[in-house]
């Protein structure tokens, strides 16, 4: 029988986001932090604040204790009514209580503000036992809350009886740490995935879905389990193999379709508007294919652009409601030195890249795919059509595509180490020609990197149009400016190194080093 349930607060009974995060922002913001986009922010919902503080905005347990007070400072006069009752939530537990089930709440929120919001909420008439952290930052750990909670009931020997419900990866770890099970809430800040590798043994999408806890039995709660769960497969993407691989690869398949289409198209016209010159046949038509290389990717790519941004904001709609993989990674976000830092990242690892092939003696060895890439950048080409299409249309397509898309899936399914090795692979082999697929390769792992670490398309595109106009520069404008010497390209890619490091250090310190006093 389970008769004992305990509930988390924040993302389960009452979702206070805004509050929460409004009052991080603002201590973050007094410490020097500014972060305008509250979404990051929402890390901070549920797990302890002082944990989050050291963990994602790099402050030390001293600039975290000053954080806190700062977050509290806002949280105790505003932010505690920034806060709404999810729909349905006292329904449930007027029915629960009905049921006869002991209720209780187990929350890493100081007990003092759970209390408070209970009853500004008029929910406290239904819990038995209202359990939270300290303001001392003692008892802030889930698995030390859940414990006293069990204390205060008497349950210690009867933790079979008792169940856990929340939102996030902490309330299933707290609960399994203290020998009970614990029911997820995807409508919260975990979602499906974190909740489900966390151990929890049932996911409620919806605060309706919470009626499964209404069970007389254990027996009948986990035969309602079993039934909502195989509805629940039927609403999450397919994961067999075969599907897994269709989708990594159909934006691909897609991408040169359409690129085919757009080069016939466009060659078809030619044809028609030089018909006294040409005649109408397959040479011809591969003939005008080649000749026009820039205008056939330009066109592609403003084709293909909105057709993967609906696809990535579809892919992002679905990962942040728990139906994808891993979601997002420890980011930094898109700030100017984040940007700056790519740039210069980018730049160097382009300039290093095409001293290697030279250096190795590949742009001999390849020297067909050489002549290639330089009917793209030099051939009958104007300055502006380069500049347009290789330098920012292509780059935009390319990265929804491999990093938005292609990245992002295999690392739903794989992880990120093997999502950054593999679309890279799969990058460099794109670009059909030798040379390119050494460079693009390990730029493609690169940028993969870059996205991993920020979530934001911004950066990855930022990243590849600089490595893109570097190469234009390198093959139109240096050649007439700078010598071409191996010393003067060491002392290039020297200045372009440090300047990289330099900014490096810049993003990892900046944080960690900034003064902390009020005053």
Request: aromatic share 10%; proline share 2%; net charge neutral.
């Amino acid at each position: 029988m389970s008769k004992v349930i305990l509930f988390d607060l924040d993302g389960t009974i009452t979702d206070s986001a805004e509050g929460i995060t409004k009052s991080v922002q603002y201590a973050l913001s007094y410490l020097g932090i500014e972060e305008p986009d509250l979404k990051k922010l929402e890390r901070f919902v549920g797990p302890p604040l002082k944990e989050q503080f050291m963990k994602y905005s790099n402050l030390s347990e001293k600039q975290a204790e000053i954080a806190i007070a700062l977050y509290r400072e806002r949280y105790v006069k505003t932010g505690i009514y920034e806060n709404k009752v999810y729909d349905g939530i006292e329904s449930v537990l007027r029915l629960l209580k009905a049921k006869g089930k002991v209720l209780g709440i187990a929350s890493s929120k100081p007990t003092i503000y759970v209390r408070q919001i209970l009853e500004h909420f008029k929910l406290a008439q239904y819990f038995t036992v209202i359990v939270g952290s300290e303001l001392d930052g003692t008892r802030t750990e889930k698995a030390e809350v859940i414990e006293y909670a069990l204390e205060l009931l008497g349950m210690q020997d009867e933790r079979f009886a008792v169940l856990m419900v929340g939102d996030r990866a902490y309330d299933v770890e707290g609960a399994l740490h203290c020998g009970i099970q614990c029911i997820g809430v995807a409508y919260g800040y975990g979602g499906i995935y974190e909740l489900e590798k966390a151990g929890a043994i049932y996911i409620a999408q919806t605060v309706e879905d919470l009626k499964v806890l209404t069970g007389s039995s254990r027996n009948e709660l986990k035969e309602k389990i079993q039934e909502d769960r195989g509805a629940q497969k039927e609403q999450v993407l397919p994961t067999t193999t075969w599907n897994k691989a269709w989708r990594v690869l159909y934006p691909l398949g897609l991408c040169y379709l359409i690129m085919i289409g757009v080069a016939l198209a466009i060659s078809l016209i030619m044809m028609a508007l030089n018909g006294m010159w040409y005649g109408y046949d397959i040479e011809n038509l591969m003939t005008i294919e080649a000749e026009y290389p820039l205008l056939i990717m330009g066109v592609a790519a403003v084709v293909l652009i909105p057709i993967f941004i609906v696809l990535y904001r579809r892919d992002c709609f679905l990962r942040a409601k728990g139906r994808l993989g891993r979601g997002s990674i420890d980011n930094q976000g898109t700030s100017i030195g984040v940007c700056v830092a790519t740039v210069f990242l980018m730049i160097s690892a382009s300039q290093a890249l095409n001293m290697l092939i030279k250096v190795l003696g590949l742009h001999q060895i390849f020297r067909y795919h050489v002549e290639d890439i330089n009917n793209v950048f030099v051939a009958n080409n104007s300055m502006l059509l380069t500049v347009l299409v290789v330098g920012m249309l292509v780059p935009i397509m390319e990265e929804l595509v491999f990093r938005g898309l292609v990245f992002r899936r295999l690392s739903d399914y794989a992880g990120n180490i093997a999502g950054i090795f593999v679309s890279g692979l799969i990058f460099g082999i794109y670009h059909e020609n030798m040379i390119q697929f050494i460079y693009a390769t390990i730029l493609g792992w690169l940028l993969a990197f870059v996205f991993s670490q920020t979530d934001s398309m911004i950066v990855p595109i930022i990243g590849h149009m600089v490595a893109n106009l570097w190469s234009i520069i390198r093959q139109q404008l240096l050649p007439g400016i700078i010598p071409e010497d191996v010393l003067i390209e060491y002392i290039i890619l020297g200045f372009l190194i440090a300047m990289t490091i330099t900014s490096l250090i810049y993003m990892v310190n900046k944080k960690s080093s900034m003064m902390v006093n009020r005053n």
